[in-house]
């Protein structure tokens, strides 16, 4: 059974920066491909991005429109971890943040991820 535990979250002003980290056990790693998800106040949870298994060519990448050029996903499979890296925050991004791991390739629909973390708060002020 794969855990996965965020961390990184915070509050945060407008235009700032944090990297969220998903920290993986129980599974191999380099076997799986990630999530992350979001939850903001009042909304139901969506995708954010996804990363594919570690492969000869490096993992493929996917994102959401409203995060491309300011996220960027990606992944440790030595150190079992996953990241997101969120630069140019906008209050909008305000939500609790979820890792998500699939034994088959990534998707942007919760249904495909077989382990989740219990997620991570982040706020941003204007």
């Known amino acids: 059974q794969v855990q996965l535990v965020e961390s990184g979250g915070g509050s945060v002003q407008a235009g700032d920066s944090l990297r969220l980290t998903c920290a993986a056990s129980?599974?191999?790693?380099?076997?799986?491909?990630m999530g992350w998800f979001r939850r903001a106040p009042g909304k139901e949870r969506e995708f954010v991005a996804g990363?594919?298994?570690?492969?000869?060519?490096?993992?493929?990448?996917y994102y959401v429109d409203s995060v491309k050029g300011r996220f960027t996903i990606s992944r440790d499979d030595a150190k079992n971890t996953g990241y997101l890296q969120m630069n140019s925050l906008k209050p909008s991004d305000t939500a609790v943040y979820y890792c998500?791991?699939?034994?088959?390739?990534?998707?942007?629909?919760?249904?495909?991820?077989?382990?989740w973390g219990q997620g991570t708060q982040v706020t941003v002020s204007s």
């Open positions: 990363i594919g298994k570690s492969g000869r060519s490096g993992p493929s990448t």
């Open positions: 998500a791991a699939a034994t088959g390739p990534y998707a942007d629909y919760e249904a495909q991820y077989d382990y």
């Open positions: 129980g599974g191999t790693f380099s076997t799986l491909s």
